[in-house]
C-alpha cells in the first residue's frame, strides 16, 4: 500500500493567514492526489482532485500543487468557515490510502 | 446527484456481529468499485474493504481481514459489510465510498460502538 505523510499535524492560525498543508507519498503517484475537508460529525468533503483541479463550488482561495510525491494545499486567505481538519487522499493504486489529517484551528 | 445512504450501526458487546447497509442512487451503480471506508472517534480515514463492480476483486485490510465481508447486490443497487468478532478497536463512524477519478463520493456515515 502507498503510504502518505501529511503535515504539519495541526496549526493555529487567524483570519485572514495564509496557510500551507503538505502531503508526501512513499512512491510516485503523478498527480492522482485528491484533498479533503471535513467538520466535526460530518463526512469528508472533497475541495481538490488530480492535485490542482479545484471541485465546483470551492472558494477560488483553496489550491492544490505538486506531483509525483510531493504535494501541497494552500488557502490563502483562512476565512472562519476554513476551520477544520484536512485530508490528502491517493487515488493512484488500490486501497485508496489518507494522510493523517491537519487540524486547523483558530489562533 | 449521486447519494449513497448507510445504515445498520449500533451498539454491539465484543465479539457480536453487525450488518451495514448502503443503498447509491443518482448514478449507474454497476459500474463503479465500492468501498467501505472508517473512521474511529478523533482518528484518521482508513479503506477497510472495497469490491470490484463484478464482485469478482475484493480486497480487505489486515485489520478486519477475516472477520468482516463486504457484498453487493446490484440489481437493488445495494453495498453491503458483513461485522464478525467485533473488537473494541472497531469501534468507528463507517462510510461508504464510491471512488471516482474526480475523488470520492461518500455517505453521512454509520457509526458502530464496540462495548461492554
Known amino acids: 500500500d502507498i503510504q502518505m505523510t501529511q503535515s504539519p499535524s495541526s496549526l493555529s492560525a487567524s483570519v485572514g493567514d495564509r496557510v500551507t498543508i503538505t502531503c508526501r507519498t512513499s512512491?510516485?503517484?503523478?498527480?492522482?492526489l485528491n484533498w479533503y475537508q471535513q467538520k466535526p460529525g460530518k463526512a469528508p468533503n472533497l475541495l481538490i482532485f488530480?492535485?490542482?483541479t479545484l471541485q465546483s463550488g470551492v472558494p477560488s482561495r483553496f489550491s492544490g500543487s505538486g506531483s509525483g510525491t510531493d504535494f501541497t494545499l494552500t488557502i490563502s486567505s483562512l476565512q472562519r468557515e476554513d476551520f477544520a481538519t484536512y485530508f490528502c487522499?491517493?487515488?493512484?493504486?488500490?486501497?485508496?490510502?489518507f494522510g493523517q489529517g491537519t487540524k486547523v484551528e483558530i489562533k | 446527484e449521486v447519494q449513497l445512504v448507510e445504515s445498520g450501526g449500533g451498539l454491539v458487546k465484543p465479539g457480536g456481529s453487525l450488518r451495514l447497509s448502503c443503498v447509491g442512487s443518482?448514478?449507474?451503480?454497476?459500474?463503479?468499485?465500492m468501498s467501505w471506508v472508517r473512521q474511529a472517534p478523533g482518528k484518521g480515514l482508513e479503506c477497510v474493504s472495497s469490491?470490484?463492480?463484478?464482485?469478482?476483486?475484493?480486497y480487505y485490510a489486515d485489520s478486519v481481514k477475516g472477520r468482516f465481508t463486504i457484498s453487493r447486490d446490484n440489481a437493488k443497487n445495494s453495498l453491503h459489510l458483513q461485522l464478525n468478532s467485533l473488537r473494541v478497536e472497531d469501534t468507528a463512524v463507517y462510510y461508504c465510498?464510491?471512488?471516482?477519478?474526480?475523488?470520492?463520493?461518500w455517505g453521512q456515515g454509520t457509526l458502530v460502538t464496540v462495548s461492554s
Open positions: 465510498a464510491r471512488p471516482g477519478p474526480r475523488g470520492d463520493y
Open positions: 443518482g448514478f449507474i451503480f454497476n459500474n463503479y468499485i
Open positions: 469490491i470490484s463492480s463484478s464482485s469478482g476483486d475484493i
Open positions: 512512491q510516485s503517484i503523478s498527480t492522482y
Open positions: 488530480g492535485a490542482s
Open positions: 487522499q491517493q487515488s493512484y493504486s488500490a486501497p485508496r490510502t
